[in-house]
């Protein structure tokens, strides 16, 4: 394990310990602001890991991410990407139209299986979708298999 070593400046110590005396900090900010400061002190990393309750490689990443963005990279974490968006509120609606249409023949109503058989075939780039998005598209969109368009129940 290579050994990062870490020497604030006195204005970024300053602002690290006052920030630390004020409070109302996350775990995970306080542990990068004791993580920062007690590495300029000379501690190594196991031994800061143990006093912190936190894996090695955390001190590490923290003490990686202050080398390339400064104390305050060190203290914010960046921003997550996700997972990329699949279906748009285009391909909801579409799904949502089709709900709200006749059964095909041969069914008295629509049921997820259905529906969803329909929508990989009918509706564009939703060749792959699930049961289990079908019915969450339909819950996000308050409708229920169980009522018409108007929200009457069926009879």
């Known amino acids: 394990m290579s050994k990062i070593s870490?020497?604030?400046m006195s204005k970024e110590k300053r602002i690290l310990m006052k920030e630390r005396e004020v409070g109302g900090l996350s775990k995970r900010?306080?542990?990068?602001?004791n993580i920062?400061?007690?590495?300029?002190?000379?501690?190594?990393?196991q031994t800061i890991a143990e006093l912190l309750h936190v894996h090695v490689n955390t001190v590490t990443n923290v003490r990686?991410?202050?080398l390339k963005r400064g104390a305050s990279g060190?203290?914010?974490e960046l921003k997550r990407p996700?997972?990329?968006?699949?279906?748009t509120t285009d391909h909801e609606a579409n799904i949502v139209a089709l709900a709200c249409t006749t059964p095909p023949e041969g069914s008295a109503r629509w049921?997820?299986?259905?529906?969803?058989?329909?929508?990989?075939?009918?509706?564009?780039?939703?060749?792959?979708i699930s049961k289990s998005r079908v019915r969450l598209v339909l819950k996000k969109m308050n409708v229920s298999l169980g009522r018409s368009v108007c929200g009457v129940l069926e009879q």
């Open 29 to 33: 900010k306080s542990d990068r602001i």
């Open 82 to 87: 996700g997972q990329p968006i699949r279906y």
């Open 111 to 128: 049921t997820l299986e259905l529906l969803t058989e329909q929508a990989r075939n009918k509706v564009t780039a939703c060749e792959k």
């Open 36 to 45: 920062l400061l007690w590495s300029d002190a000379g501690r190594d990393a």
């Open 74 to 76: 060190a203290l914010e």
């Open 6 to 8: 870490i020497k604030l």
């Open 64 to 66: 990686k991410n202050y």
